[in-house]
């Protein structure tokens, strides 16, 4: 595989990142997965954009122009001959002796690579997910896609070792989201709701971009929070992000919805974002 790193794009044997780089001292990095289908992005513009605000947030300036970036993800696609699967990008604030303060001149580190993967029709998407429930171990700016995931890492690798494929994470009994994505329940077969964004979730790209399908059917989508009850009250529910697009979720805890199926209005949704993204 090609990868791009210190700029320039090299074998990923020869791919080095100095020690002192505070990505790796600190995960003081920002990152996005833009997932790739027939060899083309999708939603990347949403991706860069929120690219480019975690980086402000951060105060880390970008290493490069956004249509640069683009250009990059392009070539990496194209060499690597990428049909299906990611495109991973990432800055970090750059090297410098380890101190938690950091001087003002510092050089970003800009690194990115492919990652091959099936994203259509998995077992996942097929028969649905069982989502464990963890207390949210993570800090109160959840809205920055930062690379300091160990929280995300843990709680995947308990639900994992309970039995479960994935994690929702709850927090004064209310869901945030998905270790990994957004969280979508339908309550009635009518209604389909998310949480409104702010600092406690990421805001979604793929959330963003199903929920201008849905109006385009005329699906009502609200835009609230859920509390955990209301969750596994749910006659369905689902999860999205770049790399799983639209999951069914069937169980919540212990929880069946749909008797365990996943429901018709999920699939409608599958059906919706994958014909916009094929
Ligand atoms: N994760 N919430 C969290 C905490 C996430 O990590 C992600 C995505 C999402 C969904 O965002 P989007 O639809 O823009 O992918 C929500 C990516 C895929 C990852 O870390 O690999």
């Known amino acids: 595989r090609v990868v791009y790193c210190a700029n320039e794009f090299v074998p990923e044997e020869k791919a080095r990142i100095g020690l002192f780089d505070r990505g790796f001292l600190f995960g003081d990095a920002a990152y996005e997965v833009t997932a ?88 996942a998407q097929r028969n649905g ?32 070792a309970r039995g479960f494929d994935d994690v929702w994470f709850v927090e004064n ?14 309550p009635d077969d009518r209604r389909i709701v998310t949480r409104a964004n702010s600092h406690a979730t990421l805001p979604g790209c793929t959330r963003r971009a199903l929920m201008r399908l849905c109006e385009a059917q005329g699906l009502v989508v609200e835009e609230r929070s859920f509390s955990l009850a209301e969750a596994q009250s749910a006659v369905e529910a689902f999860q999205t992000s770049a790399s799983s697009f639209v999951t069914p979720v069937v169980r919540i805890g212990e929880t069946l919805l749909g008797g365990g199926e996943p429901g018709p209005l999920t699939r409608k949704l599958q059906a919706y974002y994958l014909d916009a993204a094929g």
């Open 36 to 123: 790739v289908l027939g060899g083309r992005m999708i939603d990347n513009d949403l991706h860069l954009a929120r690219f480019a605000r975690s980086l402000t947030e951060l105060s880390i300036p970008l290493p490069m122009p956004l249509d640069r970036i683009v250009e990059i993800q392009r070539e990496l696609i194209a060499r690597n001959n990428l049909m299906e699967g990611a495109v991973y990008l990432q800055v970090s604030r750059g090297e410098a002796d380890r101190e938690f303060l950091y001087a003002a001149d510092l050089t970003p580190t800009f690194v990115a690579f492919t990652q091959a993967k099936a994203l259509r029709d998995t077992k």
């Open 129 to 160: 997910v069982a989502v464990d429930i963890a207390p949210d171990p993570r800090w109160a700016r959840r809205d920055i896609k930062t690379a300091m995931l160990l929280g995300q890492v843990m709680a995947k690798r308990e639900a994992r």
């Open 173 to 186: 009994g209310t869901v945030t989201e998905g270790a990994s994505s957004t969280a979508f329940i339908i």
